[in-house]
């Protein structure tokens, strides 16, 4: 084990090329529901898959313009997901905790989010989140 300062920089830089290197490998961002331009992006991550996912069919079968992207790699993010986010007026983060993504999503990207948390260790209920978006878009 070396405690040399500058072979200890230059291990976390190599670790840190590495990890960047991964996103080569994993699918870009792309949608699950909707298109590019809707007034509502809903990006998720992990279990809240179902409940975004059947809110946002079911806003859009109402007439909503929203769509939704779903999350399966955090670190590398995808590649794409800054100017895909970007291309909405309005991003809704709903989380099962106290909003790391969200978090993560606006420092990384400098993302206006807007963050649904829910923190009693139950899913979300397609309800609550079409609520949420209805609230959003001002319907």
Known sequence: MSYDAHNHQRMVALRAGK????AADIPPARLEE???????LVVGWGATYGAITQAVREERAAGQRVASLHLRHLNPLPRGLGELVAAFPRVLVPELNAGQLL???SARFHLDAVGFHKVQGAPFRV???RARIAELLGA
């Open 19 to 22: 990890v960047a290197g991964i």
């Open 34 to 40: 909707g298109a590019v331009g809707d007034d509502l």
């Open 103 to 105: 978090w993560l999503l």
């Open 127 to 129: 309800g609550e989140l």
